[in-house]
Structure formats: structure tokens, C-alpha cells
């Protein structure tokens, strides 16, 4: 009974795990010029998230999110909505992207490279960064989104990982059409700074630290911190803060995000939420001290 009861109290506990996903396929007709029938896998997605109980009102919490095709197999091309990333500048670094099945490497050591973007197998400069494009569409890759560990209890959650920002998470909350092919990011309502993914800023901030308080009666705040990159050139930190209050019907938000580059490098905008019987009145209004142009003009995509 003794040795029943040792293994009894040794047995490992076990996390509460969902799966989770989307699947959203659609023939789209476009009469603009000459009239096209496509078939679209419209941000498609499957992911695992879950907790377990550690006591003392903790929580280990965590999420993995992958972004799919149903239409295309995968075929080793880069998606349209796929992340681009920061290029490393400095001596002796390579940077290689792989389009439609080829690899193109950009950079030489002992020469501080030239990042560029490559579209279709063309290369054309784009500053200090390497966005990779495919233009004729194709999102036949499996892409991640959101992957994060994290803990949780009375004081809110603080979470470790690539996770979205509290800025990209506002504007979620006002989009009534939010993860389908008509989300007001991908239709000039909202800015770039609600899609992509990296660590100048983009929606989904890779090597991020992000802290959710609990309610206060309705108040929350939220912050996101970005870690420097662990090739020792960049001394950027992108972070950003934001408040939200909800109150049975009203929702109302502000936000201020920042990628650090020194200068106009940075943007905030407020919104909000009222809802009454079965319709919703949303809106928000972004002001741009930088970092908007910044992303737009990087062609960040993203999921």
C-alpha cells in the first residue's frame, strides 16, 4: 500500500490540451480586366493549445499555431503571406531564400552583404532587408503563426515566444471579418503593422516577451518587449504598450508601439467597440510616426 501510494503521488500531471483550427476554401470569380476563377485557401490553420495546473493558482499555458494550404500541395515554394525577416548587417553574413524551389544567397564572406528581395527569381534592393515575395500568390507552404510558452495566475500571464503584439491584437477585435480572405488588413483598413512577422515592429513579434494583466472592472493593460537578436549586430529593441477598457456593450482601446530604430520609428492609434442589439459599430485611427511607412515600405507580408 505504501509503494501504491509513492507511485500514486510520482505520477506526472497531465497538461489540458485543444486542438484547434480553420478551414476556409472558396471559388472566387474576379471580373477586372480579363475575368479569373481561382480556388483559395483562405487562412487555413491548425494549432494545439493547453494548460496544466501547478499549483498556488499557477498555470503553464502555451500554444502552437501553423498557418496551411488545403488547394496546393507543398512544394517547397515561399508563400505571399509569408514572414519576411530583419536582414544582419555586418562582415562575412549570408542570407538565403528559397523561391519556387531555387536557392538564391545573397551576401559573401569578409563583404558586408546587400540584402535584397527576391520576386519570382528577380532581385531587387531593398535597403536592409531580405523580403522574400512570391507574386503570383501561391500559399503553398505551411507557415507558423503564434508558438509560445507561458505561465499564468493573479497577477495576469506573461508569455515567452512569437507571439502577436497587443497592437496587431486590438485590431483584431474590431474586425467582424477577422482570419477570412475579406480581414480589413489585407484590404488597406488597418496598417502593416497588424500583419507580418519579425522584430522590426510586424504584427507577430518573434524572440518576444509579452505581459497581459488580469481585469480590473473592466481594465486591462498589456505590453510586448522584443529580445535583441542573437547575431550580435542589431542594438534594436522593439516594444509597445497598450490599455483596454470593456464594459458590457463598449469596448475602447489605445496603443503605442515602437521598433527602436531611433528616429520617426514608431506608431499609436486608438478604437473602439459598441454594440447594441444585433449590430456593431466599430472603428480605430492609426497615427504614423514612422514605423508605418517603415513596414509598408519593407513589403512585409505575413499571416
Known sequence: MIGAALVSGMAPAVADVTVFGHIDTSIDYVDQNDSTTNMNCNTCSIGFKGSEDLGNGLRAIFKIDFQYDTTERNNGKVSSRSRSHSAVTGVGTKRTSVVGGTTKTTGSPGIAPTFKSVVNG????QGTFNAVTNVSGS??????RDQWLGLAGGFGQVRFGT???????HGAMIDPVYRTSAQARDHGLQSAAHRGAGEEGQGRAEDTIRYDSPSWNGLKVGATYTMQTDNGQSTDTPWGTGIQYKNGPFLVFADYITNDRGGDDSAYKVGGKWTFGNYSLYG???VDDGLLSFLDGA?????
Open 163 to 169: 507571439i502577436s503584439t497587443v497592437y496587431k491584437s
Open 284 to 286: 480605430q485611427y492609426e
Open 122 to 125: 528577380v532581385s531587387t534592393k
Open 299 to 303: 513589403q512585409f507580408g505575413g499571416n
Open 139 to 144: 500559399t503553398d507552404s505551411i507557415t507558423d
